[in-house]
């Protein structure tokens, strides 16, 4: 498995922007279609956002659509969300997840990902 790292969580205002990195060991990154996922409290883990091994397929939640961009370093083994205008409903914790290497396409569930970061906090005040 591949150990997972993230970092640059925070508090922002409402309309405010973060970035999100998660540093990758242990296994050959490039090998991983990478993605991001986040739970909110009293909510279950949903996805937002994923990347293909060579970074050249990326998709999105609706939710986040034209705000968040999740983009790959395969040099420095590592995966990151900018997320912009961010929204009082964006509070949550953020977690990347490597997916598992049999799987193709797009993947978007949870069971799709074998390896998980321990997530970062995220709080959008409004």
């Known amino acids: 498995q591949v150990q997972l790292v993230e970092s640059g969580g925070g508090l922002v205002q409402a309309g405010g922007s973060l970035r999100l990195s998660c540093a990758a060991s242990?296994?050959?990154?490039?090998?991983?279609?990478m993605g991001w996922f986040r739970q909110a409290p009293g909510k279950e883990r949903e996805f937002v956002a994923g990347i293909s091994r060579s970074g050249g397929s990326t998709y999105y939640a609706d939710s986040v659509k034209g705000r968040f961009t999740i983009s790959r370093d395969n040099a420095k083994s590592t995966v990151y969300l900018q997320m912009n205008s961010l929204k009082s409903e964006d509070t949550a914790v953020y977690y990347c997840a490597a997916a598992r290497t049999y799987v193709r396409g797009s993947p978007t569930t949870e069971a799709d990902f074998g390896s998980w970061g321990q997530g970062t906090q995220v709080t959008v005040s409004s």
């Open positions: 242990g296994r050959t990154f490039s090998n991983y279609a």
